[in-house]
Structure formats: structure tokens, C-alpha cells
């Protein structure tokens, strides 16, 4: 089938869901069209240029892990399975800046939890027998916040399991939604030190997750138009019939699906009636232009400290704060400093202030609540073909990146049986 006779799909959005989906729909023999609002692709996972600091940067430090499987097959794709970086083991590093102690994981290769049985390889001060906290995560209900849950004090929650959750759901953990803990749980921890590999996008996200897509779709004829908003969406007899741009109409012919691929708040002023999270929490991502002293560890968990976790970079040290609400009307420079002092701790360097840069998401990512996660819409929706994709949409998982990919990937599906008639 030729460019022009392959059937046609729309995707607005160039998010990693807009481009999980029209990576999928291409794959499928789609023509695909794919616009978004901003002036470059990427959304949240995005890479530019930072003249304060001199160098190229991501806009926040985003983790994968090595289990992530809908990750791995969208890199494998589009060719970029060797864009991501980190260790052979799933070594979790930590260290406590209030009392210099310092300590590592490393969960077992299979899903037999054979660390949990030495003292020496556990979370220091912990007992076995508190492990179970787990296992109750994994069947936790609908309704259930972690603390309703699990017991939220004492060394395994201050020293892994509050700083993982927290990075993990973007929520004040207590509060956050027992059962997208679980899901969590349930593909990394419990499956074993395969699955938790931590890997990070070298040497930026755009280049991992971004560049090699748009690249490998306009060598399928795709159409990626930037810098283009969707201002409303023309339906009749419960199909969308054309897309109403800032820059003009775009018919969509009958059979023609539509995936939207747009953060929560815009599909929900786009699509009537749609139930969407509406509480959101902010990220706070610093970035020290200042090389890594020899040998610093990749990724460090702090306990104790303002920053959460330090990613060291060739060039830079980046640190990320979740749940970070609190810190949005903080005065930058305040700010920076008291950051740098945890990495001056960690990675025994200097307090001099080097270079820095600060950079908040305000809603970087739905507040995962249980209430907030019954708002989370699926792909379908009540026009015959329109989809939904987005991390925010029902995934089963936090916002995430391997949520994002995998939004696309069901939406793509979806779309796909639709215009074939399936659906």
C-alpha cells in the first residue's frame, strides 16, 4: 500500500503518548499526522539548550527501570534501545546527609526476595518480618491510601520505601493511592533485580525518547507539524469531523480515527463531559554545572536533606524533589542553595554555590490519590473515533513514562480496530 492509499490518523500531541501512538499507528500502516501546540516535540520529557548553564539539559532527571517493558519496545523501534545508561545490577544507592551514613540495595535477580533474608543486605535497622508491608501494598484496594495501609514511620519507610513512593507517585506518599503503589510493587520489587534496573536517558530525554522517533516517522512519510494548537473539535452523529487549529480546519474523513494526546485540563476542555484529574503536584528539578568527583555513584538516594535524588552526569550533578508544591514560591537562589548543600554532603564537595538552575513544573503530573485516580478516563470515549492518550488517562499506573507509552500503545490499538471496523 502506498503513502496515499494508507488509511489516516490524527494525533495531536507530541508527548511521549502522542508519540507512542503514532509510532504504533505507523507501524500498523498508518498515515500519520501528528501536531502539538509547542514549538518543539517531547512534551514534559524535554531537552534544550540552558544559557545560564552552558550546556544541554533535560527539563526534569526522568528514571526508567529495566522492567519497564513498554519502554524498552517503543526504544527498540524507533532504534534507540542504546540510548539509556546505568548499572548491571539494580544497586540502589541512599545516604542519610544528617548523619553521613550512607548504604545500598540490591534485590535479588529473581522474584525469590533472597536479600530480604540477610541483615547485611536489608535497609539498615530493619527486620524481616517488616518487608510484609509489601505484600499489603500488592493487595490493597481501590479506596486504600498507603497510610491507610501500611505503617508510614520507622527505618524501612524512612530509608526506601517513603523516598521510592513518593518519586514513584509524584504524591505525598500517605496520602497517595495504595493500590498504584501496588502496581508499582507488583513490576519492579516483586519481580526481582532484573525488572529493577535503574536506566536514564543518555545523553539527554530528547535524544533517548524524542529525536530518534520523529526521525524514524518521517522515514514512514509521517507529517509532524510543531507550533500548532488545537482550539476545538467539530463532531457529528458522534464522530469527530475536523480539527479546528489556530491556523485552520483539518477535515478528518470518515474512518479517520483521532487520538488526543494532551494533558489532562486541555482534553478536557476540548471533549464535553470528560472526567479528568483535576489536582495536580509540581517537580522541582537543580542542575549544578559541576562535573562528578571520580567515581560518584550514577543515582543517589538522600535521606534527610531537601533534594530526594542526585543524578550525576558527565557535565552536571541534577537533583529532583517530588511532590514539591511546597517549594514553588521559594526564592530561587534560596533555593539553590539549600539544594547544593545536600550535594556538597553526598558527593564531599566544596559549599561553594557553582553554577545552577532551577526548574519547577508546576502540574507536572496528576495528584495520584484514590480519588484523583477515579477520574482517570479511558482511551475510549463516547465519539466512535476519538481516543484518548496521556499518563493521566486509566494506565493502571502513577504517571510515568512506561504509563505515558503504554496510554499510546492502547489508544494505537484502539484507533487501529475502529478504523478497520473491530471496535
Given at each position: ?21 503514532a ?7 498508518h498515515?500519520?499526522q ?6 518543539q516535540?517531547?512534551g ?8 545560564q548553564l ?16 513498554a ?7 524507533i532504534g534507540?534501545?542504546?540510548?539509556l ?7 540502589l544507592?541512599f545516604?542519610d546527609?544528617r548523619?553521613g ?14 536479600w ?17 508491608a ?19 514511620s520507622?527505618?524501612l ?12 507517585l ?7 493511592s495504595?493500590a498504584?503503589?501496588?502496581?508499582v510493587?507488583?513490576e ?6 532484573r525488572?529493577c ?13 524524542v ?15 510543531l ?8 463532531t457529528?452523529?458522534g464522530?469527530?469531523?475536523a480539527?479546528?487549529?489556530?491556523d ?11 487520538v ?13 463531559g ?21 567515581g ?8 534527610g536533606g ?6 550525576a552526569?558527565?557535565?552536571?550533578l541534577?537533583v ?8 514553588l514560591?521559594t526564592?530561587r537562589?534560596s ?6 548543600a ?7 564537595l ?15 503530573t496528576?495528584?495520584?490519590?484514590p ?5 482517570r478516563?479511558a482511551?475510549a ?15 493502571g ?9 503504554r496510554s ?6 484502539l ?9
Amino acid at each position: 500500500m502506498s503513502a496515499a492509499e494508507a488509511p489516516r490518523a490524527h494525533i495531536v500531541g507530541a508527548g511521549l503518548a502522542g508519540l507512542s501512538a503514532a509510532v504504533a499507528l505507523a507501524k500498523a500502516g498508518h498515515a500519520v499526522q501528528l501536531s502539538d501546540a509547542a514549538a518543539q516535540a517531547g512534551g514534559r520529557c524535554r531537552s534544550y539548550h540552558d544559557p545560564q548553564l552552558g550546556v544541554e539539559i533535560d527539563n526534569g532527571n526522568h528514571l526508567v527501570l529495566s522492567g519497564n517493558r513498554a519502554v524498552m519496545a517503543y526504544l527498540a523501534t524507533i532504534g534507540a534501545e542504546d540510548r539509556l545508561d546505568g548499572p548491571d545490577d539494580a544497586r540502589l544507592d541512599f545516604q542519610d546527609v544528617r548523619s553521613g551514613e550512607s548504604w545500598s540495595i540490591t534485590p535479588s535477580a529473581g522474584p525469590i526476595p533472597w536479600w530480604l533474608l540477610a541483615r547485611k543486605t536489608r535497609v539498615p535497622g530493619t527486620r524481616l518480618g517488616e518487608y510484609l508491608a509489601l505484600a499489603r501494598l500488592l493487595r490493597a484496594g481501590p479506596d486504600a491510601t498507603i497510610g491507610d495501609t501500611i505503617r508510614c514511620s520507622g527505618p524501612l519507610w524512612d530509608r526506601l520505601l517513603e523516598p521510592f513512593l513518593v518519586a514513584a507517585l509524584n504524591t505525598p506518599p500517605r496520602e497517595g493511592s495504595a493500590a498504584l503503589a501496588g502496581a508499582v510493587v507488583r513490576e519492579t520489587l516483586a519481580k526481582g533485580g532484573r525488572h529493577c534496573r535503574p536506566r536514564v536517558a543518555t545523553p539527554t530525554l530528547a535524544a533517548a525518547f524524542v529525536d530518534p522517533a520523529l526521525a524514524w516517522l518521517a522515514g514512514r512519510g509521517a507529517t509532524v507539524r510543531l507550533g500548532r494548537r488545537l482550539k476545538a473539535l467539530e463532531t457529528d452523529a458522534g464522530h469527530v469531523t475536523a480539527l479546528i487549529f489556530a491556523d485552520g480546519r483539518e477535515p478528518v474523513a470518515p474512518g479517520e480515527p483521532v487520538v488526543l494526546a494532551v494533558p489532562a485540563w486541555i482534553a478536557a476542555a476540548l471533549v464535553p463531559g470528560l472526567a479528568v484529574p483535576d489536582r495536580h503536584h509540581a517537580i522541582v528539578n537543580a542542575h549544578f554545572l559541576m562535573p562528578p568527583p571520580p567515581g560518584a555513584r550514577r543515582i543517589v538516594g538522600v535521606i534527610g536533606g531537601l533534594a530526594e535524588w542526585i543524578f550525576a552526569f558527565p557535565d552536571r550533578l541534577s537533583v529532583t524533589i517530588s511532590a514539591a508544591d511546597r517549594l514553588l514560591e521559594t526564592d530561587r537562589e534560596s533555593l539553590a542553595r539549600a539544594i547544593w548543600a545536600d550535594v556538597a554532603a553526598v558527593h564531599a564537595l566544596p559549599p561553594d554555590l557553582p553554577t545552577w538552575q532551577i526548574v519547577r513544573e508546576k502540574r507536572a503530573t496528576f495528584s495520584a490519590t484514590p480519588a484523583q485516580e477515579k477520574r482517570r478516563g479511558a482511551a475510549a470515549t463516547s465519539f466512535a473515533n476519538l481516543f484518548l492518550a496521556g499518563d493521566w488517562t486509566n494506565t493502571g499506573l502513577p504517571a510515568t513514562i512506561e504509563g505515558a507509552i503504554r496510554s499510546g500503545e492502547t489508544a494505537a490499538r484502539l484507533a487501529g480496530a475502529a478504523e478497520s471496523g473491530i471496535a
